[in-house]
């Protein structure tokens, strides 16, 4: 089994800051991409950014600069600074993470159960 578990999601002030963590546990041999996505009510889930095993990063053009991925491979984790919030970044967010669970095994994609994000102005 393997799980995808959020935190650091909240209430904030526009132009106010939150970080994300997620860490997956359970049957991981490897772990490929690893990224967030979000959902604002009536929308559909877009992403937000990825990171690779390497460090690379791939961030959706609304971020522009304002939110860093990174991440931790000895502990499975993957991070989401968000900076300059703005109303409009209102959504769950959802840790995503591509994982090998056995040596030879296919890639599967796993999902968190999502952590709000709330920014007023």
């Known amino acids: 089994q393997v799980h995808l578990v959020e935190s650091g999601g909240g209430l904030v002030q526009a132009g106010g800051s939150l970080r994300l963590s997620c860490v997956a546990t359970g049957d991981i041999f490897s772990i490929k991409n690893m990224g967030w996505y979000r959902e604002a009510p009536g929308n559909s889930r877009e992403l937000v950014a990825y990171i690779s095993s390497g460090g690379s990063a791939n961030y959706g053009d609304f971020v522009k600069g304002r939110f860093t991925i990174s991440r931790d491979n000895a502990e499975n984790t993957v991070y989401l600074q968000m900076n300059s919030l703005k109303p409009e970044d209102t959504a769950v967010y959802y840790c995503?993470?591509?994982?090998?669970?056995?040596?030879?095994?296919?890639?599967?994609?796993?999902w968190g159960r999502g952590t709000q994000v709330t920014v007023f102005s």
């Open positions: 995503n993470a591509e994982i090998v669970v056995y040596p030879n095994f296919p890639v599967d994609d796993y």
